[in-house]
């Protein structure tokens, strides 16, 4: 199958010393060819030692990728020129020179792999040191979409479509099979949204009935390199879950060497893309596949293999809880009521790491009923959503027409009568806490009243989020023991349409139950206090 490797440079080595330039976090494949046939090519160990100045040397893996082709792939968030020399196992490689010149990022949005900050811990940064506020849509099956096809159009199309409303993060498989549950019957007349079960799909050779595990299938590979390349292309983080335990995969045997071999190689292949955060496994410890020690070996696994320190995690809050310092966040899946009290509790046992709530019960409906969980319906799944941000933790939004099995890639094209997915509800979110930097808050929860609170005392804003139910919402008390409020303001956020109302005077009747909150009954809103002086610096 032809590939086409997007916007990933294509480097032939022909010269005993090769010249490159690219600009920082851009992803470079330069290919080493031998000149005769290797035997087990994906067993033989090549790795390319790469030094800056003043840096320390990186020990690159490259991967074969058939045709008798290794890759060394490479990013650099450094800029400056490099000098790599290979060290392998093949003579004909060993020794091999290179330069590497490393310009500045001139691309816009483009800001570099995802990291934590030791004086920001409990959030997520990018490398250049902005805030990135991890806004996640899960799309298990994202790798099926086009697979097959030169080009990517469906691909293409719904990742253009999260990057307009703003979703900067994919929760994805590099590979299931199908769903154990029932599937709508209603599926039969749209089978063209239908990927689970297809047999032509599969990263070993064979395929998923009737496996070989003997190798792998590079084709797969080639296709998923697309995928990715486009994600980090749109500046879209790829929350690459290795296994999937859930989905009817016939994986080899733990710790076989066919097992081996497909999780080193998906490390080798996808760490020197910015735009990867490691899991483990989905669900990791729950249909009790694998074991404890077994996820933590590959936890050390992939460390020893990455040269790029990508984040990694496993999601499984008991393992995240038992194992803290094997992870660089806590991974939670919560469906319970007491969703906002789980998030906050989680915050305050982990004040070193980020809490990010992968899967927290809400699966806002489609056109096809895949997988309801708890809550369907658009504004509780939303509300959701801002209890875990209120915790100040971070959150991932599902749509069961894309989730899972079922992908409708262009949802605002369908008919009329087609539920479609409110991913505006999440551009608003974003939008919001971009412009008041949600890395700054902290839940003061003792200050909650009858809504939920964030404090941002660097600059001066307090928000109070209340249901649309709500009457009344008591903001004084924080103000009074933290600021001086004296030439506050006060507006308010609709959440379901975006809009804020007219910034006013800051209303100091703390007991004032008649005072009307705009959009009551129809929207649940954030009340935004902002011109505030802090009393102390968080």
Same mark, same amino acid.
């Given at each position: 199958m032809p590939l086409s490797y997007g916007q990933i440079k294509i480097w032939k080595t022909k010269k005993e010393k090769q010249q490159i330039h690219t600009p920082q976090w851009g992803v470079n494949d330069i290919i080493f060819k031998s000149k005769r046939k290797v035997n087990d090519p994906l067993k033989k160990e090549i790795y390319a030692l790469v030094k800056g100045e003043g840096e320390n040397t990186q020990k690159i893996p490259l991967f074969y990728n058939g045709n008798n082709e290794w890759v060394f792939r490479y990013s650099s968030a450094v800029e400056g020129v490099k000098t790599y020399v290979l060290t392998s196992e093949l003579k004909e490689f060993e020794g091999k020179k290179g330069q590497i010149t490393v310009t500045k990022n001139e691309k816009e949005g483009r800001h570099g792999g995802v990291v934590l900050h030791k004086d920001n811990p409990q959030h997520f940064f990018y490398e250049d040191g902005k805030h990135y506020f991890n806004m996640a849509f899960e799309c298990d099956w994202l790798f099926a979409l086009d697979y097959g096809k030169e080009d990517l159009p469906k691909t293409k199309h719904l990742l253009n479509v999260l990057e307009d409303y703003?979703?900067?993060? %994919? #929760?994805?498989? #590099?590979? @299931?099979?199908?769903?154990?549950?029932?599937?709508?019957?209603?599926? /039969?007349?749209?089978?063209?949204?239908?990927? =689970?079960?297809?047999?032509?799909? $599969?990263? !070993?050779?064979? +395929?998923? @009935?009737?496996?070989?595990? +003997?190798?792998?299938?590079?084709? *797969?590979?080639?296709? *998923?390199?697309?995928?990715?390349?486009?994600?980090?292309?749109?500046?879209?983080?790829?929350?690459?879950?290795?296994?999937?335990?859930?989905?009817?995969?016939?994986?080899?045997?733990?710790? +076989?060497?066919?097992?081996?071999? $497909?999780?080193?190689? %998906?490390?080798?292949?996808?760490?020197?893309?910015?735009?990867?955060?490691?899991? %483990?496994?989905?669900?990791?410890?729950?249909? =009790?596949?694998?074991?404890?020690?077994?996820?933590?070996?590959?936890?050390?696994?992939?460390?020893?293999?990455?040269?790029?320190?990508r984040l990694i995690s496993v999601h499984d809050f008991g393992f995240c809880k038992r194992n803290k310092e094997k992870v660089d966040f806590i991974s939670m899946q919560n469906w319970q009521h007491t969703l906002y009290q789980n998030m906050l509790q989680a915050r305050n046992d982990f004040k070193e790491k980020p809490v990010f709530n992968i899967e927290h019960g809400g699966y806002e409906e489609s056109p096809f009923r895949v997988f309801? =969980? /708890?809550?369907?319906?658009?504004?509780?799944?939303?509300?959701?959503?801002?209890?875990?941000?209120?915790?100040? =933790?971070?959150?991932?939004?599902?749509?069961?027409? /894309?989730?899972?099995?079922?992908?409708?890639?262009?949802? *605002?094209?369908?008919? /009329?009568?087609?539920?479609?997915?409110?991913?505006?509800?999440?551009?608003?979110?974003?939008?919001? !806490?971009?412009?008041?930097? !949600?890395?700054? !808050? #902290?839940?003061?929860?003792?200050?909650?009243?009858?809504?939920?609170?964030?404090?941002?005392?660097?600059?001066? #804003?307090?928000?109070? $989020?209340?249901p649309k139910e709500n009457q009344w919402i008591g903001v004084h008390k924080v103000l009074k023991k933290n600021f001086d409020y004296s030439k506050a303001q006060q507006q308010w956020f609709n959440t379901l349409t975006g809009e804020y109302s007219e910034k006013e005077n800051y209303n100091t009747e703390p007991f004032d139950f008649w005072y009307e909150r705009p959009w009551k009954g129809e929207a649940d809103v954030i009340l935004i206090i902002s011109n505030l002086k802090s009393n102390s610096v968080n």
């Open positions: 703003q979703f900067n993060q %994919v #929760v994805m498989n #590099v590979y @299931s099979y199908d769903v154990k549950w029932k599937k709508d019957p209603k599926l /039969a007349d749209f089978p063209e949204f239908e990927y =689970g079960g297809r047999e032509d799909i $599969y990263p !070993f050779l064979g +395929s998923n @009935s009737q496996p070989d595990f +003997s190798t792998l299938n590079l084709e *797969f590979f080639q296709h *998923f390199d697309q995928v990715i390349s486009e994600m980090h292309d749109k500046e879209i983080v790829s929350h690459l879950m290795i296994y999937v335990w859930n989905k009817m995969v016939n994986w080899p045997e733990m710790n +076989s060497a066919s097992d081996n071999l $497909y999780y080193d190689y %998906v490390i080798k292949r996808y760490q020197a893309f910015p735009n990867i955060i490691w899991d %483990v496994s989905k669900e990791a410890l729950l249909y =009790g596949r694998a074991t404890e020690e077994y996820i933590n070996e590959r936890i050390d696994r992939a460390r020893n293999l990455d040269a790029y320190n309801p =969980g /708890a809550y369907i319906n658009a504004e509780a799944c939303l509300r959701r959503n801002y209890q875990c941000l209120f915790a100040g =933790g971070y959150t991932t939004y599902y749509w069961q027409g /894309a989730s899972w099995n079922v992908v409708i890639h262009n949802p *605002f094209e369908q008919p /009329a009568h087609f539920k479609k997915p409110h991913f505006e509800y999440f551009k608003h979110m974003r939008t919001l !806490f971009e412009h008041y930097n !949600f890395e700054n !808050f #902290v839940p003061l929860s003792h200050h909650n009243s009858s809504g939920f609170n964030l404090t941002n005392k660097k600059d001066g #804003v307090v928000m109070m $989020y209340t």
